[in-house]
């Protein structure tokens, strides 16, 4: 039994779901677990509907029309015969955020951000299942949110490994006969029967749940990318592929912010040794990356991590004492409220600076902090990590850089540094 991911890239539009079909008619009598995303730049236009509606706009409604005129000019593509009930299906799931909108906004902002968002994987699974079986490939369609159960944590659900992978392992092998099943990266469902997100990103982690919960034989990540990159080509040109990669490199590259592939997706898999490759849907047969549990680490290029848009602070006791334990746990109890992560830190006798992603958190965190503290920041800084970094590469990328804080080990240097 294999776990396919499709992200929304695979799916962006027609053509897109003529290839994935394509690729999967070469699996055909495999035992197949397909999970998938939702269509490219689905999820930023409900984020955006989903603000909107929040803050009270009134163009809430037309940004929903576009999307679903989006959706039903693929279908039309896709399908000869308009009549088809897909495109009843597709309707009737995207009237169930026309409802919501139909009321003022009442419930929390992250609550409404799960029910409305997750419309996202919800159609184009069913669109992707339609037409995979209007090809006579056989899948059936099943909802994660009756698999995957989280906490009420909403945009952030966390997972009850226990009942879940009760559930899938108990529903799942029994529909893989002479078919494929398909359903949602992404979401999870809560025990009121409410819809979760795990996290921006999150369908890699739903790949690695079933799998984790159904002894998989591998994970294959479908990307538009050759493989695992040590760089963002945007960012980077000369990026090369990784053909090989250890589950230790591949969380240490996730959590320093490389975007290949979701942070929570690793562990899981290493629990159980189960390889996870990334591949190109665009070369079925190139051999991608594959992470496994050891690699020659001696044979990896120097690995680059850039995120941009990162805010220093730092932070100092009114009355000049030092940077103590009772501090260290005060201000860790503050971001934590907050819900901000932090993707840097060092502390001196009297200061603890900190990086992290600059968004709409921030300015709340930056309140509190004062209320204790005497607390600078600097903005709009680029974050940049090089990982089995050598002193020729540290030179190249910071060379006329204005550096503001530096922090190197044996394996990694990290440095918060303006952009000129």
């Keep these: 039994m294999k776990v396919f991911k499709f992200g929304g890239a695979s799916i962006k539009d027609a053509d897109s779901f003529r290839n994935v079909a394509s690729i999967i008619e070469n699996f055909r009598g495999e035992q197949i677990v397909l999970i998938v995303s939702a269509l490219g730049k689905t999820t930023n ?29 693929i279908l039309k593509e896709l399908f000869a015969n308009q009549d088809d009930e897909i495109f009843d299906e597709v309707n009737n799931t995207f009237v169930e955020i026309d409802w919501i909108l139909e009321e003022p906004a009442a419930e929390k902002y992250d609550y409404l951000y799960d029910q409305i968002v997750s419309i996202g994987e919800m159609v184009s699974t069913k669109m992707l299942a339609a037409f995979l079986n209007y ?13 995957i159960a989280t906490d009420n944590n909403y945009r952030e659900g966390k997972v009850n490994w226990e009942i879940t992978e009760q559930k899938i392992s108990q529903k799942i092998p029994q529909l893989l006969n002479n078919q494929f099943v398909l359903t949602q990266g992404f979401l999870g469902g809560t025990s009121e029967n409410f819809t979760t997100t795990l996290g921006r990103e999150g369908s890699d982690y739903s790949a690695s749940i079933f799998a984790y919960s159904l002894n998989a034989e591998s994970v294959t990540i479908w990307k538009d990318v050759a493989g695992v990159l040590n760089a963002d080509p ?29 942070p929570k997706t690793i562990k899981p898999l290493q629990n159980k040794d189960i390889p996870l490759y990334v591949k190109c849907f665009l070369d079925y047969k190139n051999e991608g990356t594959v992470i496994t549990s050891e690699c020659d680490v001696s044979k990896l290029p120097p690995v680059l991590v850039h995120k941009q848009n990162q805010i220093l602070i730092s932070i100092t006791p009114k009355d000049f004492s030092f940077i103590a334990e009772d501090n260290l746990s005060h201000i860790f109890s503050v971001f934590s409220t907050a819900g901000v992560k932090i993707s840097l830190m060092q502390n001196s006798a009297v200061s603890f600076s900190v990086c992290a992603d600059l968004n709409e958190k921030i300015a709340p965190l930056i309140i509190a902090l004062k209320n204790s503290y005497t607390t600078l920041v600097n903005e709009n800084l680029d974050l940049l990590t090089i990982r089995h970094y050598t002193q020729d590469v540290i030179d190249k990328y910071a060379a006329g850089k204005n550096i503001f804080l530096e922090q190197k080990s044996r394996h990694t240097v990290q440095l918060v540094m303006k952009m000129n």
């Design 135 to 147: 090809k006579n490939v056989p899948v059936k369609w099943i909802d994660v949110r009756d698999c």
């Design 234 to 262: 945007r960012y980077f040109p000369d990026a090369v592929k990784i053909d090989h990669l250890s589950y230790h490199e591949a969380i240490e590259m996730t959590y320093y912010g490389a975007t290949v592939i979701h």
């Design 45 to 73: 236009a409900l984020e955006k509907i989903t603000q909107a509606y929040f803050e009270g706009k009134e163009n809430a409604g037309d940004l929903l029309n576009q999307l679903r005129d989006h959706h039903f000019n």
